[in-house]
């Protein structure tokens, strides 16, 4: 236990530069710094033609049916399915409750819970106290030496979960008919390893000599699903 506690514990960290960085107050100014670059929009904003431009280009919608659905009332039954059907175990949020402590206690509970998760669907409206996250930084490897090597994972309250994941659920009914059958991750029915696969078929005997010129490019996407641009989405 202690080993895998000194091995989180951030003792020393480079920053762009290449300094080497000891005293705590250092280190807690170049993460955030880090992550205030890293999730900056530093382009320039939209113009009207381009957001015409785009719309005409994505050709798939929800029908009137998938509509409708997405909008039905959140009933307290779903609620608690959703609550029940929670992964324990986990790291809890800023207010400490885990998943456990609902499920325990939903006879007590539970009521106030699922008037909490409605009031939101109704009013949108959301305390930042229930929004609010601990972000934890885990080493990707062995030897940590900036901030790139370190993952960042949010640890969010059970409310806000819940709520996330009643969307979430809702929106995995169709999302088939609105995402490229060419995006191959991240829904049912599809698998990251078919792009694996098929990758691997395509450069099978890249390295044999003559034939037809031909290259292969490397694209790192790292941080993907945090560079995109917010203001399109």
């Not at 699922?114 to 930084?137: D, G």
Request: aromatic residues 8%; glycine residues 4%.
């Amino acid at each position: 236990m202690r080993s895998h506690h000194r091995h989180n514990k951030i003792l020393t960290i480079s920053d762009g530069n290449g300094m080497l960085l000891s005293k705590q107050e250092d280190i807690v100014k170049e993460a955030v710094g880090f992550y205030v670059e890293l999730f900056r929009d530093s382009k320039p904003k939209l113009t009207q033609e381009e957001c015409e431009f785009i719309s005409q280009c994505i050709d798939k919608g929800l029908d009137s049916q998938q509509q409708v659905a997405l909008c039905v009332p959140v009933q307290e039954e779903e609620i608690r399915k959703t609550l029940f059907s929670m992964a324990e175990h986990k790291a809890p949020g800023p207010d400490g409750f885990l998943v456990e402590f609902f499920k325990e206690n939903w006879n007590v509970v539970g009521v106030d819970f699922m008037k909490a998760v409605r009031e939101f669907f109704v009013t949108c409206f959301m305390p930042k106290t229930v929004n609010a996250t601990s972000l934890s930084l885990i080493p990707k490897k062995q030897c940590t030496t900036t901030m790139r090597d370190y993952r960042s994972i949010a640890c969010c309250n059970v409310l806000y979960k819940c709520i996330t994941k009643i969307m979430a659920t809702r929106l995995k009914r169709c999302l088939s008919s609105v995402i490229s059958g060419n995006q191959s991750a991240f829904m049912e029915g599809r698998l990251l390893s078919d792009n694996v696969l098929l990758m691997q078929e395509m450069v099978c005997n890249y390295h044999v000599p003559g034939g037809v010129k031909r290259c292969a490019i490397k694209i790192d996407l790292m941080k993907a699903y945090d560079s995109v641009k917010w203001e399109f989405l």
